[in-house]
């Protein structure tokens, strides 16, 4: 999806258990259940009202849907999000109750679903494979969102963890490889929220390396970081101020990869973890929300 650049140096070795512990979110955050379970009371009360567009098939592949969530004015900017779960876990159904925060800053909002790791429906997936199925999916919101109200010139991708990990190579995508119709800028705005840049580390971490099964040929194809900088596009990255010292060191190590240039804001959110931090997007007057409703402006 992108050419790569010299390899960034190698963290210092470490024991399988010190990745677990640096990596694996629900041990780190022991109440993640109940953080599940009110997103998804809340976007079940979001899905059952309103006028939205929901399961529209972006391609043939294997959960490939989307839910639109329009904006109430037409030629709307437009927002595609992307969920986390480490590439293995959660739905898009789950994360509608970000939706009307988004559509209140004036964005048609595009909220998509993937394939999940180890297999989905029986068939092995990998994060390439994930990563392809969201040039699919942003593909096709530039070709069809304008029958929904949305601008297909104004697209940002914002997502949270493996779905930031997602927006960011979705920012460096070279979109004439994708399809030589598309625009070469047909993403220049994304959002990572708590999100993955170098995939080396997940795969030392026993617990998710099981469910990916990452080749370092497919670290070296999905970590931005080892990217060159897109050019003209911009990235605003955060993390929790409570998440580990592997995900502050992963936020920075972005900004670092790229420079400031093309990722001006590279913050710490502060008095939040891998979970909470999320919801910050939601809330008006946070420092996310504001953040997004910036880089939508943009």
Not at 52 to 59: H, I, K, P, R, S
Not at 80 to 95: A, M, N, Q, T
Not at 236 to 244: A, I, K, R
Request: proline share 6%.
């Amino acid at each position: 999806m992108s050419t790569t650049s010299a390899p960034a140096k190698p963290p210092r070795a470490h024991t399988s258990a010190w990745y677990d512990s640096m990596y694996n979110n629900r041990a780190l955050v022991p109440d993640f259940a109940d953080h599940f379970a009110r997103w998804q009371s809340a976007s079940q009360a979001v899905r059952s009202q309103g006028n939205w567009t929901l399961d529209v098939a972006y391609g043939v592949g294997l959960n490939e849907t989307l839910d639109i969530f329009p904006a109430a004015q037409p030629d709307a900017p437009v927002v595609v999000f992307i969920h986390g779960g480490y590439w293995r876990s959660l739905d898009k159904s789950d994360h509608s109750f970000l939706a009307p925060a988004l559509q209140a800053m004036g964005a048609c909002v595009v909220m998509v679903n993937y394939a999940l790791c180890p297999t989905t429906q029986g068939q092995v997936v990998t994060v390439p494979d994930i990563a392809l199925q969201m040039t699919r999916a942003v593909a096709w919101t530039h070709q069809h969102i304008a029958a929904h109200g949305g601008d297909p010139a104004r697209i940002t991708v914002a997502g949270h963890s493996a779905g930031g990990h997602l927006a960011a190579m979705l920012l460096a995508t070279d979109w004439k490889q994708v399809n030589a119709k598309l625009p070469v800028h047909l993403v220049r705005k994304a959002l990572s929220i708590s999100g993955l840049y170098d995939l080396e580390p997940i795969r030392k971490a026993p617990f998710i390396q099981s469910s990916l099964h990452l080749t370092p040929k497919q670290v070296r194809q999905t970590s931005p970081a080892l990217w060159a900088a897109p050019r003209q596009r911009t990235l605003y990255t955060v993390v929790g101020g409570l998440e580990s010292a592997e995900f502050l060191r992963q936020n920075e190590l972005i900004q670092k990869a790229w420079g400031k240039r093309t990722v001006p804001v590279c913050e710490a959110l502060a008095g939040t973890h891998h979970f909470t931090v999320l919801d910050e997007l939601a809330r008006s007057g946070s420092r996310l929300h504001a953040l997004m409703q910036a880089l939508i402006a943009r």
